[in-house]
C-alpha cells in the first residue's frame, strides 16, 4: 500500500519512525505509528478510494473512507474498523488490506449484518446473516468456491 501511495501522490514520504500525522495533497491523511517511512502500528488512515484516479480532485472530508486499526508494513493487517464513504461499516480481522478472518459487515444500503468469516475480501465459513428487522439467518459462505 505504502509504494501504491507514493506512486499516487508522486513522492516518498520522510524516512519517518514513530507517531506522526501527513496530509497528502489530494485531502488523504493518515496519523498514527510509521516505522522506516511506511504506516506501522496503530493508525488512522482517510482516504478516498480504493483505486488510483489520477484526475481526482481534492477530496472532502464527507467523501473519504476511514480506516483505524492496525497496519503492517502499510497495510491493514490486524483488527481494525473501516467505514466506507457510502455508510457500509466493517469491524474486524485485516489481512494485506482485506477483511480476512472474523469480523462483523453491516451494508447501510439494505440495512443487513453479516457475522462470521471472512476470506480475502469475501464472506467464508459459517455466518449469521440479520436483516433490517432482526431475523436471524445462519449461512454458509465458500469464498474460494464462489471466486473460481
Do not use: P
Request: charged residues 30%.
Amino acid at each position: 500500500m505504502q509504494a501504491a501511495l507514493e506512486a499516487k501522490h508522486g513522492h516518498k514520504t520522510r524516512r519517518r519512525t514513530g507517531y506522526a500525522a501527513h496530509t497528502w495533497s489530494s485531502g488523504e491523511m493518515y496519523e498514527g505509528e510509521w516505522k522506516d517511512g511506511v504506516m506501522h502500528g496503530k493508525g488512522l488512515y482517510r482516504y478516498a478510494d480504493d483505486h488510483v484516479d489520477e484526475n481526482r480532485t481534492r477530496a472532502s472530508e464527507r467523501g473519504l473512507h476511514r480506516y483505524e486499526g492496525e497496519f503492517s508494513e502499510g497495510k491493514f493487517n490486524g483488527k481494525g474498523l473501516k467505514h466506507s464513504q457510502n455508510g457500509d461499516r466493517y469491524e474486524g480481522e485485516f489481512k494485506d488490506g482485506k477483511f480476512h478472518g472474523k469480523g462483523v459487515f453491516f451494508c447501510k444500503n439494505t440495512g443487513e449484518t453479516y457475522e462470521g468469516g471472512f476470506w480475502k475480501g469475501r464472506f467464508h465459513g459459517r455466518g449469521v446473516q440479520i436483516s433490517q428487522d432482526g431475523t436471524r439467518l445462519s449461512v454458509l459462505h465458500d469464498a474460494k468456491r464462489d471466486n473460481a
